[in-house]
Structure formats: structure tokens, C-alpha cells
């Protein structure tokens, strides 16, 4: 793929996206559901476009991208927010989800001189899993997986450093409940323990598409989230997830075509006539 002409690797990838979708009915129903339920008026071909895209553009970066051209592919937005984090000395907590170019964002951030560490989930796929850590360490970011991974990120903000997580999935069975577009969910809340644990600032982020067909990202940062500490530690980390929760879901409903409508998002939640009684 990487020897082909831009344009054909482009026509061809979408041609399997089109293809597959017709054999996914499964993803397809769940997406056109997702959106429905969301009230996000696109198609889910365009959602499937930007995937394809995705790919396409991870295999051209290996090649194309390195620390001396990464900025003809990648520009900054607000970045001072995240200057004034790592500025304090307390590392700081980067939080985003599967939204835009997740991977290709994460290696911007180190090839731009942080020290980055991402929460992975090890692919149960080894081929895989080998696969997606050789690009990440290819471009400085250090990989944890998240079983068991607190204590180690508790270790590196200690050092001062960047620990990202993808906090748009359900998760663990114990997720935090919290609103999702409407829907009272699970959600993960580890980036809100580690910040009581260690004083660490969170920062929600995304890295989304700035120029259609074009290996063009931008790298934009939110307002650090509000950390209060009332001293009861289960209500804190209700309060601090859900505000980065409605953070990503700000990102989400501003790029709707570049989020994974097809991930079963919503499996487990509340319908509002429960919540309403509750």
C-alpha cells in the first residue's frame, strides 16, 4: 500500500470500506442506531470514509512523518493550555477518545518534544498488538497496558510527564454513571482517581482531520477540567468524570464524522423515564 499512488491507495481502501460494509450489517445497524439515538444528522458512509482515511493515512505516516517534517502534517490549537499543565510539575492527564486520528495525535504530541505515555488495551490479536506498539514506539510515546496500569501512571506523573487516555468506551463493569448524549451510562473513571490521587490537572484533546484528503490534523486542546475536592472521594469522581465525559462529547458532536459510531457505546445505560424516577 505504501508503494501506490496516493490517489489509487485512496480509491481502493474505499472501495474496501464499501465493500465490507455491505457484509457488516451488524456495525452498520449499530451505528445507524447510535446516530438516531444522538440526533446526529450524517450518513454512515461518511463515518466510514473517515475510518478509511484513518488507515490510510496511519500507513502513509510511517513513512512520511518524522520529527523534523511532523509539522507540515500537524498544527496546534491552544496548545498553551497544555504548556501551562506541564508547566506546574504535576504531570498532566491527557484525555480523548476514538476520534479523528487518535494514534497519529498521540505521536504528534511526542515528536513535539513531550514526554508521552498512552493507556493501551493490549489487543487480544498478538500480530495486531505488536503491530500498532511498533508505530507508537517508533515515534518516542511509551505504551502501558491499562490492566493494572495505576500505579505506573501514579509513577511517571510523579516524574512530571504525560500519561493519555481513550476514556469513550464503556469500559469496566464498575464504570462511573454518568450522561452521555442524554443516556445515563458507565464511564471510565480512572483519569479522575488519578487526579485526586495525585494532583495532576486533566486536559481533554482530540486530533481530528483539518483537510479532507489531505494528511493534514489539528491538535486541539479543551480548558483543564475542574478537580474540586468536597472530601467525599466517590462524589469527586462522579463530578470530574462527567465533566470530561461532556467534554469529549462536545469534540464528539463538533466532528461527528470522525468518531466510531459503530462501537456499542450505549449497550448498558438508564432510559430518562428511569432516571426521571429514581
Avoid at 18 to 32: D, G, T
Avoid at 77 to 85: I, P, Q, R, T
Wanted: aromatic share 12%; net charge positive.
Amino acid at each position: 500500500m505504501l508503494a501506490l499512488p496516493l490517489q489509487l491507495a485512496r480509491v481502493l481502501i474505499t472501495s474496501f470500506i464499501y465493500v465490507l460494509s455491505a457484509f457488516a450489517k451488524r456495525q452498520i445497524a449499530v451505528m445507524i442506531d447510535n446516530l438516531h439515538f444522538a440526533g446526529i444528522n450524517i450518513k454512515p458512509i461518511s463515518v466510514l470514509s473517515h475510518f478509511a482515511e484513518t488507515i490510510l493515512d496511519l500507513a502513509r505516516s510511517m513513512r512520511l512523518i518524522r520529527r523534523a517534517t511532523f509539522q507540515k502534517y500537524f498544527s496546534f490549537e491552544n496548545e498553551a493550555v497544555l504548556g501551562k499543565a506541564v508547566n506546574s510539575n504535576n504531570g498532566v492527564i491527557l484525555v480523548s477518545g476514538h476520534l479523528g486520528n487518535w494514534e497519529m495525535g498521540v505521536a504528534a504530541l511526542a515528536l513535539a518534544g513531550y514526554s508521552v505515555n498512552l493507556v493501551a488495551f493490549k489487543q487480544i490479536n498478538p500480530y495486531l498488538d505488536g503491530l500498532i506498539n511498533h508505530y507508537r514506539v517508533k515515534y518516542g510515546v511509551k505504551v502501558m497496558y491499562s490492566k493494572g496500569a495505576i500505579s505506573r501512571c501514579v509513577e511517571v506523573l510523579n516524574k512530571h510527564e504525560i500519561v493519555v487516555m481513550l476514556i469513550d468506551q464503556t469500559g469496566r463493569d464498575d464504570g462511573v454513571m454518568v450522561d452521555f448524549f442524554g443516556r445515563t451510562v458507565p464511564a471510565m473513571w480512572g483519569p479522575a482517581n488519578l487526579a485526586l490521587k495525585t494532583a495532576s490537572p486533566i486536559i481533554p484533546f482530540a486530533c481530528v482531520k483539518s483537510k479532507p484528503n489531505e494528511m493534514r490534523y489539528l491538535i486541539t486542546f479543551l480548558p483543564e477540567v475542574q478537580c474540586q475536592r468536597t472530601g467525599d472521594k466517590d462524589r469527586d469522581i462522579q463530578l470530574i468524570t462527567q465533566f470530561y465525559i461532556k467534554n469529549l462529547e462536545f469534540l464528539i458532536r463538533k466532528y461527528p464524522e470522525q468518531w466510531i459510531w459503530f462501537h456499542r457505546r450505549w449497550k448498558q445505560y438508564i432510559p430518562a423515564e428511569n432516571k426521571q424516577n429514581s
